[in-house]
């Protein structure tokens, strides 16, 4: 019973103490490392199931790394790595067993991948062609839905912020992504992160239904809430199909049911131990012909949620952007994202909206707008020197300038 309260005591820290967002960052620091050599590796001729295999080996070895001591933390993968090509939108990440996908040029690919410590969790995905460089540019539908889920992408860092609804984010991931005559993936959605649970109460939707719009509840973001910001932008027509890939990619629900089989019940157990309620790939599995077996049952009984392969059409192709976003006192902070080069892209759409466009140009970073305002300040209080003005009022303005700036919860 100690330790059933313990947990529960666990579950509701959060970013207010300063350990938790160590782990956020540390988990954020690792993420990031792994997509790099993920990218890296993704080159022509290269397998899909490879860099799956490879990324999610990465993860648990960093993580196997640091905090030694902790012997009953757990740490290690909190989504499984995904290779997703072209029209294929999200959660592709095959098994030995099922054929294996080989990169070629051209080809647009988005990996998505997770990293927790302790239960803390940092989301990342990122967009990139094989092959594309400065000297090879990426050109045609591929490069708008590309620039447009990467500025969208930006535009909701400067959004998701402390007092806004969860509908302006919607609403302006939807008007850039029209500015590149692109759609958002239908009904997308963007969660909360709370300890082990990857898809948290409060959520953003992405171009929504009718039915969606009822349905969804609008939120407003709070200090010290956690988000995984995950834009997915389509150059068709932004609906979604399952087609015949294999779902690979499960959690485990809150539901109870009786298991029948054998097979099943020695699948779930291993799983509770194993992952607790954040996603897993059969791929882990010792006998992956019994673990396919096992999540039937589970499946069909509400114990596991899949995370189905999704596609855009045929001759589509979709770009996805997500990073893990903490909401601190003093402002947002981006933990996890991947490089971007625009100088890479060549779109023949760009952002007209004078609105969209200055919200653009504004800084996300704190840090960076705490310079400009000491420079600012700084500069005032030279010009003062200079006219035989007060120095000392010119540096307590400064001060002043740079106080609001760390006051302000925005």
Known sequence: MAEAHDDSSDEEATIAEEVVVTKYKMAGDIANRVLQCVIKEATAGKSVLVLCEMGDGMIVEETGKIFKKEKEMKKGVAFPTCVSVNNCICHFSPLRSDPDVVLTVGDVIKIDLGVHIDGFIAAVAHTVVVGMSTEMKVEGRKADCI?????????????????????????????????????????????????????????????????????????????????????????????????????????????????????????????????????????????????????????????MEPFNVLYEKEGEFVAQFKFTVLLMPTGPVRITQGLFNPDEISSQYSVEDEELKSLLATSANKKTQRKKKKKKAAKAADAAAAEGGDVAEGADAAEGADNAVDGDGN
């Open 147 to 303: 620039m447009a889920a990467y500025l969208a992408s930006e535009l909701a860092l400067r959004l998701v912020k402390p007092g806004e609804e969860n509908s302006t984010v919607t609403d302006a991931v939807q008007r850039i992504a029209e500015s590149f005559q692109c759609k958002p993936i239908e009904g997308m959605l963007s969660h909360q992160l709370t300890r082990n649970v990857i898809d948290g109460e409060k959520s953003i939707i992405q171009n929504p239904t009718e039915a969606h719009r009822k349905e969804h509840k609008t939120c407003t973001f709070a200090v010290h809430e956690v988000y995984a910001i995950d834009v997915l932008i389509s150059s068709g027509d932004g609906r979604s199909r399952q087609l015949d890939a294999r779902t690979t990619v499960y959690k485990k629900t809150d539901s109870q049911y009786s298991l029948k089989m054998k097979a099943s019940r020695v699948f779930f157990s291993e799983v509770a131990n194993k992952f607790t309620t954040l996603p897993f790939t059969l791929r882990v599995f010792d006998d992956e012909k019994k673990a396919r077996m096992g999540v039937v049952e589970c499946s069909k009984h509400g114990l």
